[in-house]
């Protein structure tokens, strides 16, 4: 089904694209046709200068303005035709209407505050701190200083890694490292890696040398590590580039420390690596080819809107799994919160539902082995 919608939408992109093609074509040839008459009027502007101290033909001067400004108002109706054509290809091509999978009860006042803090969150982690100042002027919420700041500064440290300075994530990991030693956390030892690969691809290697006694500290969790770097030098005057130790001088090497610092930051703030909003945009995405295949089967059937569950299962991929999952081995359904995966007395898990069916006689025989148990025995398991 979701292939079937994604040829569908790729088709659709394709014939909208064909008609961006078409206006591109027709603006250039307005683009070409207005500098014709730009160079035009300059040419009869000139023959008029010329033509000053004789007795001018007014009428032919002002025939061939005539000629060039028709010229151009018949480009500009081509223009406005291919432009009239396109909004018509956008309004058969995307017609899709999600409305049935929003939940209106969401956006009520009560969550309207939540909703607020999860876009100034959003914002924040992308650095756009004047929009969020803009979004709160607007919108009237009043977002906490304390929640705020630490934001700042992660997005400042970040900025300042990117462009090579280690020294204020550096400075971080030293105000936080018992925080960080608690979660073993490698953040640290990385960027001194990076400080130290940094001085040898600069051909310091006297520097680089007495640097490595800051190492030192991480002899015992990243023993093999620190040998790596200190067989490197060996290849400083021959080049490192050619050598097998090359991999240390990967310039992937400076994206990965921002999302470990924004990962170990975030842990830290007690929030997600990623943005909530992102994650719950990209996961309806996700969701919407697949209930868009069955809406009209839910509807028809008036079974659409009646659960607060999806009426399908859909596949959001690793990234969209943040906890474990039990699926039923008996009925073959996904457990969920009114139907709990329960642990049997034997230490076999069945569903809710399929304990409840295999009752007879208030006692219930395991289905994988002989030992038979009471329902009431039968424990919750929370994942």
């Known amino acids: 089904i979701n292939t079937n919608y994604f040829i569908q939408t790729n088709l659709r992109t394709l014939v909208i694209m064909d008609a961006v093609a078409v206006l591109k074509k027709e603006y250039g040839k307005v683009k070409t046709k207005h500098n014709e008459l730009l160079d035009g009027l300059s ?44 909004g018509k290809v956008i309004d058969k091509q995307l ?49 906490d200083v304390k929640k705020r700041q630490p934001f700042v500064e992660l997005n400042h440290i970040v900025k300042s890694l990117r462009s090579g300075d280690l020294e204020s994530a550096l400075n971080w990991c030293h105000a936080n490292k018992l925080a960080l030693t608690k979660r073993n956390s490698s953040l640290e030892f990385l960027l001194h890696r990076l400080k130290f690969i940094s001085l040898v691809k600069d051909n310091k290697t006297a520097e680089a040398l007495q640097y490595a006694q800051v190492l030192g500290q991480f002899a015992e969790t990243h023993k093999r590590q620190l040998q790596r770097l200190m067989g490197c030098l060996l290849y400083t005057e021959g080049g490192i580039e050619t050598s ?30 990623e943005s909530p909003l992102a994650i719950t945009v990209d996961a ?9 295949s069955i809406r009209q089967v839910m509807e028809a059937k008036q079974l659409w809107g009646l659960k607060d569950e999806l009426p399908c299962e859909v596949e959001l991929g690793p990234s969209c799994q943040f906890h474990s999952l039990f699926a039923c081995p008996i009925l073959r359904a996904q457990c969920s919160k009114t139907n709990p995966p329960m642990r049997l007395e034997c230490g076999h898990v069945i569903s809710n539902d399929a304990l409840k069916r295999l009752t007879i006689s208030n006692k219930v025989k395991c289905p994988y082995c002989p030992q038979e148990t009471c329902p009431v025995e039968a424990k919750q398991i929370f994942f």
């Open 95 to 143: 017609t899709e209407d999600v409305s049935p999978f929003t939940n209106k009860n969401l956006f009520t006042c009560q969550n309207t505050e939540l909703i607020h803090q999860l876009i100034c969150e959003h914002f924040l982690r992308q650095g756009n701190i004047e929009l969020v100042d803009k979004f709160l002027t607007e919108s009237g919420f009043h977002l």
């Open 284 to 292: 309806g995405c996700r969701a919407l080819p697949a209930l868009n």
């Open 244 to 273: 097998a130790y090359q991999d240390l001088i990967d310039i992937q090497h400076w994206s990965d420390i921002c999302d470990v610092f924004t990962k170990e930051a975030c842990s830290l703030m007690g929030l997600s690596k």
């Open 43 to 86: 040419n009869i502007d000139d023959l008029i200068a010329v033509d000053t101290a004789h007795d001018m033909d007014v009428s032919w001067y002002l025939e061939q303005v005539k000629t060039e400004l028709q010229g151009a108002s018949a480009s500009h109706k081509d223009w406005h035709a291919a432009i009239s054509r396109f």
